[in-house]
């Protein structure tokens, strides 16, 4: 292995952060190829007939669209939604256009293995691709993907839509903070960051141990020499534990082990609190969120059976609507999110999660990992 190849596989591994190592391997293995010009990797001109609608925006689209999807009967979707969820998503599609929806479940590892395996040996079969922004960006790396032009991005939130329109975000996890309400009185509820640094607090946080993007997104926003200071300061003073695993870090913070969580998602506390726990979750603004969305291959089999599905799940009217009735939060600005107007959501970038892992997990384990006091 030469330096270079060295240096790319040093930054990737840090992906794997800390808890969920062996699963995040996996992951940081997999998008290393990218890094070193090994994996799926077709010419960028190498585009096939899926341009001829997915770039194409006349009055007739919609009509175009559909009756050439019909004609191909079915698309192939690679995902990593929860099997749980994927009838109350899927069912209205098949039912409403009689295109049936041929899907593979796996985790994140697995689905970003297989696309890229399939590619680089040109067995095309996926159509639609389902998951992780950062996956997706690795894709688009590698020109596994279609460019979209889409009327539906009109409707989505800032931020949603990279420049390069070959991927969408169709839903965000927005990381929220978490506390027990026998443990930390209402009115002592922090309203910022720098709140944290009252020493009544000490012994009484815990972060998520691989939460290193939502930092570096946090950080950046604040001013990074200041919001890296801060983290230092509020960890020296009042000390920071670390859990491995979102789940986890909720149902500590249900059972009173955990006065308070800085990175859980926001669905956790309301299912726990739902079932009885003494748990609220709570906003401190900047809202740090990461996004999952959907692409479409490069050389998909039926690419406009895809673009249809596509434009379903990003829609108001189509899975939009439905995501949001089973706690995640949409990106169609059309469709409620449940949370406040208020609340300002900053993502997290999928370059910043691919390019920047070995600083920022670095900073990350420096000040929450290593130096607990």
Known sequence: MNRSDSV????????AGRGRARARAKIAGLICLIFLGM??????????????????DGPDREQKILAAAKAEGSVNLYTTLAASNLTTLIGPFEKKYGIKVVIWRAGTEKVLQRTLTEASAQRYEVDAIHFGSPQLEA????????????????????????AH???????????????????????????SYQDLLNPKWKGKLSIESGAWPWF????????????????????????MSNRQGESLLTNLVSAGEI??????????????????????????????????????????PHPNAALLFYDYMLSAGGAQKTFSSINYIPTNSKVSSGLPSSIHIKLVDPALVLDQVDKWSKLFDEIFIKQQP
């Open 165 to 191: 329109h070959e991927w969408a975000a169709t839903i965000l996890q927005l990381y929220v903070q978490a506390y027990n309400t026998n443990k930390v009185k209402k009115e002592d509820v922090p309203k």
């Open 259 to 300: 006065p308070l969580a800085l990175t859980v998602y926001h669905h956790m506390p309301e299912v726990a609190k739902a079932k009885g726990a003494p748990v609220q979750s709570f906003v401190l603004e900047p809202a740090i969120a990461r996004a999952n969305g959907i692409a479409i291959a490069r050389r998909a």
């Open 8 to 15: 790319a596989r040093g930054r990737i591994s840090k992906l």
């Open 39 to 56: 994996g799926a990797a077709l010419p960028a001109a190498a585009q096939d007939k899926t341009a001829s609608l997915a770039m194409y």
């Open 216 to 239: 570096a997104t946090l950080v950046q926003n604040m001013g990074e020499e200041k919001g890296i200071k801060l983290f230092r300061d509020i960890v020296a003073t009042n000390g």
């Open 139 to 162: 894709l688009h790396r590698e020109n596994v993907l279609q460019e979209v032009k889409s009327p539906v991005f009109a409707e989505l939130m800032p931020g949603a839509v990279p």
